[in-house]
C-alpha cells in the first residue's frame, strides 16, 4: 500500500505538471499534495471520506466515458495490426503495468465493517465495482491504442493525447484536473482501506495492538494511518531526489499486490 499510493500520486502529478509546464519537479511536488491531501481527509473520519470518494468516483467516471465516445471517430483499424509486434515477450514485459492499472477496486473491502448489512451489501458492491471498472479499462484501452495508435507509446499522459486529439488543446487542462481526480479517488480509496486493514491485523494480534484503536465501527483508525503515511514517505522522498522512476514503483506495487 505504501508503494502503490505513491505511484498513483506520482501518476496525477505527471498529468498536471505536463498540462502546467512544471517538469518532474512539479509532478513530485503535485503527487506530495495527493498524497498529503488523503491523509488529512481520511485523518478526519471514514464519513468524510467516504462522500469524497463517492463524488470523484462518479466524476471521473463520466470524465473517462466522455474520453472514450470523443475518441470513437479517431479510431483506426490500422492500429490494431499486427497485434502483438513485439511478441509474447512484450505480453509479459507489459504484464506488472496492466495488473496495477487493473487493481485497486477490491480495497473496499477492508471496509466491510462499516456496511449495514455486508453479507448483502459487499457482493452487489463487488459485483457493481468490477463491472464498472472492466467497462471502462477496456473502453479506454482500445480508445489508446485505436486513436493514438504508436503514438501512445511516447507519451507518460495518453488520456490527455486523447482528450487533446478529440477536442485540442483546451482538453489538457481538463485531463490534468481528471487526472487529479482519479488519483486523489485511488489514493483515498487505498489509504482508507489499509488503516483500517491495519487496525484489523491490531485487534488479532497479528500486527502490534497498539494499531486496533480507532478500527471500530465509526472509528477513526489514525495509529494505523500515521503508520502508512509514515511508511509511504520513505519511496516518497526517494522518487523525489530521482532514486527511483514510476516504472519500478509501479512493477514492485504489483509484484506485492499479484500474489
Same mark, same amino acid.
Given at each position: 500500500?505504501?508503494?502503490?499510493?505513491?505511484?498513483?500520486?506520482?501518476?496525477?502529478?505527471?498529468?498536471?505538471?505536463?498540462?502546467?509546464?512544471?517538469?518532474?519537479?512539479?509532478?513530485?511536488?503535485?503527487?506530495?499534495?495527493?498524497?498529503?491531501?488523503?491523509?488529512?481527509?481520511?485523518?478526519?473520519?471514514?464519513?468524510?471520506s467516504g462522500r469524497v470518494q463517492?463524488?470523484?468516483?462518479?466524476?471521473?467516471?463520466?470524465?473517462?466515458?466522455?474520453?472514450?465516445?470523443?475518441?470513437?471517430?479517431?479510431?483506426?483499424?490500422?492500429?490494431?495490426?499486427?497485434?502483438?509486434?513485439?511478441?509474447?515477450?512484450?505480453?509479459?514485459?507489459?504484464?506488472?503495468?496492466?495488473?496495477?492499472?487493473?487493481?485497486?477496486?477490491?480495497?473496499?473491502?477492508?471496509l466491510s465493517g462499516e456496511f449495514?448489512?455486508?453479507?448483502?451489501?459487499?457482493?452487489?458492491?463487488?459485483?457493481?465495482?468490477?463491472?464498472?471498472?472492466? *467497462?471502462?479499462?477496456?473502453? !479506454? /484501452? +482500445?480508445?489508446?491504442?485505436? %486513436?493514438?495508435? =504508436? &503514438?501512445? @507509446?511516447?507519451?507518460?499522459?495518453?488520456?490527455?493525447?486523447?482528450?487533446?486529439?478529440?477536442?485540442?488543446?483546451?482538453?489538457?487542462?481538463?485531463?490534468?484536473?481528471?487526472?487529479?481526480?482519479?488519483?486523489?479517488?485511488?489514493?483515498?480509496?487505498?489509504?482508507?482501506?489499509?488503516?483500517?486493514?491495519?487496525?484489523?491485523?491490531?485487534?488479532?494480534?497479528?500486527?502490534?495492538?497498539?494499531?486496533?484503536?480507532?478500527?471500530?465501527?465509526?472509528? *477513526?483508525?489514525?495509529?494505523? !494511518? /500515521? +503508520?502508512?503515511?509514515?511508511? %509511504?514517505?520513505? =519511496? &516518497?522522498? @526517494?522518487?523525489?531526489?530521482?532514486?527511483?522512476?514510476?516504472?519500478?514503483?509501479?512493477?514492485?506495487?504489483?509484484?506485492?499486490?499479484?500474489?
Amino acid at each position: 500500500m505504501p508503494i502503490g499510493v505513491v505511484s498513483a500520486a506520482w501518476i496525477g502529478g505527471k498529468y498536471v505538471a505536463d498540462a502546467a509546464g512544471w517538469g518532474e519537479p512539479g509532478a513530485a511536488t503535485v503527487g506530495a499534495l495527493v498524497l498529503a491531501g488523503s491523509l488529512a481527509s481520511n485523518a478526519f473520519g471514514l464519513r468524510m471520506s467516504g462522500r469524497v470518494q463517492l463524488m470523484l468516483g462518479g466524476l471521473l467516471a463520466a470524465v473517462l466515458l466522455c474520453a472514450v465516445l470523443a475518441s470513437l471517430p479517431h479510431l483506426s483499424a490500422a492500429h490494431f495490426t499486427p497485434f502483438m509486434p513485439g511478441g509474447w515477450t512484450s505480453v509479459a514485459t507489459a504484464a506488472s503495468v496492466l495488473f496495477f492499472a487493473f487493481a485497486g477496486w477490491e480495497a473496499a473491502s477492508h471496509l466491510s465493517g462499516e456496511f449495514a448489512d455486508p453479507p448483502r451489501d459487499l457482493p452487489r458492491v463487488t459485483r457493481n465495482a468490477l463491472a464498472v471498472v472492466t *467497462v471502462l479499462y477496456l473502453g !479506454l /484501452a +482500445v480508445a489508446t491504442i485505436g %486513436a493514438l495508435g =504508436p &503514438a501512445a @507509446a511516447g507519451t507518460d499522459t495518453p488520456l490527455t493525447a486523447l482528450l487533446t486529439q478529440s477536442v485540442g488543446a483546451a482538453a489538457r487542462p481538463v485531463a490534468a484536473v481528471a487526472a487529479l481526480f482519479l488519483t486523489f479517488g485511488a489514493v483515498n480509496s487505498y489509504l482508507a482501506g489499509a488503516s483500517r486493514l491495519g487496525a484489523a491485523l491490531g485487534r488479532g494480534g497479528a500486527a502490534p495492538r497498539w494499531l486496533a484503536k480507532g478500527g471500530e465501527p465509526g472509528g *477513526v483508525p489514525r495509529r494505523s !494511518l /500515521a +503508520v502508512l503515511g509514515g511508511a %509511504a514517505a520513505l =519511496p &516518497a522522498v @526517494a522518487a523525489g531526489w530521482g532514486g527511483v522512476d514510476l516504472q519500478l514503483l509501479m512493477a514492485a506495487t504489483a509484484t506485492c499486490l499479484a500474489p
